[in-house]
């Protein structure tokens, strides 16, 4: 008979897998690009895409935390259980940027007038802000999708 934790795990990784792929491509196209544009075509471009963003990758990253803090204490003991926690603890600190440090700037960039450039956008522009916490948020996905996926492998 399946444990439950040979089906949770292998969807956590599964979960993270989509979520640091759909990350990754931020860092490889959506990021360069966004860099490269004026401020109207910028702030347009965050505002066509969040609303797409924002509710899956919360499901995504959450979901594979659950199940991968699940798998750790339903695993019992044996080298998958750390990798699962390691992974978990990976996918907490993915959110935990996420939340405190990318969020609230595309909610600001959201909420600007593509119209109407500020003054002080020089000053203001998140954009490398945000760029640098995406890059760190996604070696963090990547490492707990590799942690995964090894765990699940250790499960077998």
């Known amino acids: 008979m399946i444990r439950l934790v040979e089906l949770a795990a292998p969807l956590a990784a599964g979960l ?7 990350m ?3 860092v490889i196209g959506i990021v360069p690009m966004m860099l490269a544009m004026p401020y109207d075509r910028y702030v347009r471009t965050v505002q066509f895409l969040w609303p797409r963003y924002d509710p899956l990758m919360p499901i995504l990253n959450g979901g594979a935390l659950v199940l991968a803090g699940f798998s750790a204490v339903a695993a019992g003991p044996g080298p998958a259980r750390p990798a699962l926690a390691l992974a978990a603890t990976l996918l907490a600190a993915v959110m935990a940027i996420s939340i405190t440090r990318n969020v609230p700037v595309n909610r600001l960039v ?3 007038d ?3 450039e ?3 956008w020089a000053r203001l522009d998140p954009r490398r802000r945000w760029r640098n916490w995406n890059l760190v948020r996604t070696a963090l996905a990547v490492a707990a999708f ?3 996926m090894t765990a699940t492998v250790l499960l077998t």
């Open 114 to 116: 593509a119209q109407r």
């Open 146 to 148: 590799a942690t995964n």
């Open 24 to 26: 990754l491509s931020t």
């Open 118 to 120: 500020p003054a002080d």
């Open 110 to 112: 959201s909420g600007l």
């Open 16 to 22: 993270n897998g989509v979520a640091a792929g759909i």
